[in-house]
């Protein structure tokens, strides 16, 4: 941690000597922190419910749909005409596309199934410096693309999603290149053998895109699901070049994420069930991951249908090694519809920026767009109490100050650390006040030296530490308690440079993506020197030569070494927090707290090297 108490000082317990107490509450701190960084995402992550795959009842309302789209136009037993004999042919003579634009995104539409082949987001880029296109063009290759149609008949949805659908544009203004500026309506429709689809599409200035659909076989109403078949376009494993990919396995941090009831629950991809069927009164269904995320919000949440789905592809173990050993990768998509077959969604596709899903709201129990927001997709965990005002504080400072997400990381650190000063004062009177009275502490061990470790007498030993405790108003735990606020800091940056869209490619000096390690590793490195150097200057009186070189060498490293990995806007704040603390354990020993504490460390380890040898005598 930045503002790490230093292990070397006094904080005895109950048993505890020779700085053997403040050792213990030391080792339990970094063993704390670092059982929780890596057990967090395991323990802590909410428990998801589990997905249940189509029931019976399901099957059998969904199956008349199926069946009856699966049959061919031709005459019925009964004798009736076919009704593709009366109904005229409405269909595209050749595949087109159709280009919708607004300040956010530029979203190209193919007729052919009335589907969409590029959905650029103008605001953000891909490792590649381009304009970030949330359709994955390998995933799409092989699982669909979006806003096609999913059906319980299989030649049914392979026949919607690869007609040619006439296609009308309505309310936007052309620009250059034959582009449509929103507001607009694209309506695409595809009639022929008694098979009628209307797919019509609205768009505004936000991110979110009105969907209606309508699939009818013979006049009846086929149940036809809209589609996001197959992950983001941020996963950029799957891209077949690794000059051009980001060496980072996005998808599996995916997951599928919905609300029913203003009750969220997310489930890791791995867990998703392949092709199961929900119906419930879903007021949102989505996929997502780290930074993007898009989100079907049905318009009649009490009839909606969602159904999950579930591939898998294979990419290289090492993305910096296009011909390293490949390897599953998980990818999820969704269809969301309604039970009565007319399906009527509104569709979020775009950023995880708090500001942009809190504008999104869903169907509330009205009937009107007045429900919980999008806003609980950004999930910072159990660290959410200090990890949303903790974002906040570095918006705030970006927007209103510095520029630079790694200036306010910088100047964040420096305010929370002032705001410590006081509790460190008083860590280090407390540590000061423990080495005071150590000679009594020892005394009191030796009375009870004799006693072994089970015996009910050892109590009274405790017992006697408590009482001179009190006497000389020493906190055993004063040393301690300081290092706790500091956890659950460190935490919540670790969150919030995890899931800040803002902070994805966001730049510092020489550090191209804070969300990302250090590709030079000076800051690890730098985190080791300044750990050291600090362990280094400050007084240990009474601690052990074997754990002194371990705290001041190990506890480094293994920080170091955590930290190469992890995201470089993490060790910026932690080597922030070091070179603060390492200025202020110079000035404290220049202070008469340190002078003192340096003298008795001084005294200590003179009587120690002065000590009488025990010399082994002959038999």
């Not at 990890?387 to 209103?400: G, N, S």
Request: aromatic share 10%; charged share 15%.
């Amino acid at each position: 941690m930045p503002e790490i108490s230093n292990p070397n000082l006094q904080s005895q317990g109950p048993g505890g000597g020779g700085g053997g107490g403040d050792m213990r509450s030391t080792m339990v701190f970094f063993a704390l922190m670092l059982m929780v960084l890596f057990g967090y995402q395991y323990f802590f992550k909410p428990k998801p419910e589990t997905q249940p795959h189509p029931t019976q009842s399901q099957q059998a309302q969904t199956a008349p749909a199926a069946t009856q789209s699966a049959q061919p136009a031709q005459a019925s037993a009964a004798g009736q005409p076919a009704a593709n004999a009366a109904t005229p042919t409405i269909a595209a003579a050749g595949e087109t596309d159709t280009t919708i634009e607004n300040a956010f995104y530029k979203i190209v539409f193919t007729n052919r199934g009335a589907q969409v082949k590029h959905w650029i987001l103008k605001k953000y880029d891909d490792t590649a410096g381009k304009p970030l296109d949330l359709v994955q063009p390998q995933l799409a290759e092989h699982f669909g693309l979006p806003l096609s149609l999913f059906t319980y008949d299989q030649n049914l949805t392979t026949q919607v999603n690869q007609a040619l659908y006439q296609v009308t544009v309505s309310g936007g203004k052309s620009a250059a290149g034959g582009i449509v500026q929103s507001p607009a309506t694209l309506t695409f429709h595809y009639e022929a053998n008694g098979l009628d689809v209307v797919k019509q599409f609205r768009f505004d200035s936000s991110y979110v895109v009105d969907v209606e659909t309508q699939v009818k076989r013979n006049g009846a109403p086929v149940r036809a699901l809209v589609e996001w078949p197959a992950g983001l376009g941020d996963m950029e494993e799957f891209l077949p070049s690794s000059d051009t990919r980001s060496h980072v396995r996005t998808s599996v941090s995916s997951q599928l994420v919905w609300s029913i009831a203003g009750k969220q629950t997310s489930i890791a991809a791995k867990k998703v069930s392949g092709d199961a069927t929900q119906e419930q009164p879903f007021q949102y269904a989505a996929v997502d991951d780290l930074y993007f995320a898009a989100a079907f919000l049905p318009s009649n949440p009490q009839s909606a249908t969602v159904v999950t789905l579930h591939h898998s592809l294979d990419v290289p173990s090492d993305l910096s090694d296009p011909n390293s050993h490949k390897t599953p990768a998980d990818v999820i998509g969704l269809a969301v519809g309604d039970t009565s077959g007319y399906t009527h969604v509104r569709l979020f596709a775009g950023p995880k920026a708090t500001d942009v899903l809190a504008s999104v709201h869903s169907i509330g129990a009205d009937g009107k767009a007045d429900g919980p927001t999008l806003q609980s997709l950004i999930q910072y965990g159990m660290f959410t109490i200090i990890a949303k005002p903790l974002y906040l504080a570095l918006r705030f400072v970006v927007e209103h100050g510095v520029g630079n997400w790694g200036w306010a990381i910088i100047l964040i650190t420096v305010l929370f650390n002032l705001l410590m000063l006081p509790t460190r004062l008083s860590m280090m009177k407390s540590s000061l006040k423990m080495m005071r009275i150590q000679p009594k502490v020892d005394a009191i061990k030796r009375k009870y030296a004799h006693l072994k470790m089970n015996d009910p007498k050892r109590t009274e030993m405790n017992g006697e530490m408590m009482a001179l405790y009190k006497t000389e108003g020493v906190n055993m735990y004063g040393s301690c308690l300081p290092m706790l606020p500091q956890i659950p800091l460190f935490f919540a940056y670790f969150r919030v440079l995890q899931y800040a869209v803002e902070l994805r490619q966001a730049h510092w000096l020489w550090l191209p993506d804070l969300s990302a390690p250090d590709p030079t590793r000076v800051l690890p490195i730098l985190i080791i020197i300044t750990m050291f150097l600090t362990q280094y200057i400050t007084p240990s009186p009474g601690m052990d030569p074997a754990q002194r070189r371990m705290m001041a060498f190990l506890m480094p490293i293994m920080f170091g070494f955590m930290l190469w990995q992890y995201a470089s806007g993490l060790a910026l704040y932690w080597i922030t927090g070091n070179l603060i603390n390492l200025a202020m354990q110079l000035a404290i020993n220049q202070s008469s707290i340190g002078k003192e504490m340096h003298a008795i460390a001084a005294k200590r380890a003179a009587k120690k090297l002065g000590g009488p040898k025990t010399i082994q005598g002959r038999r």
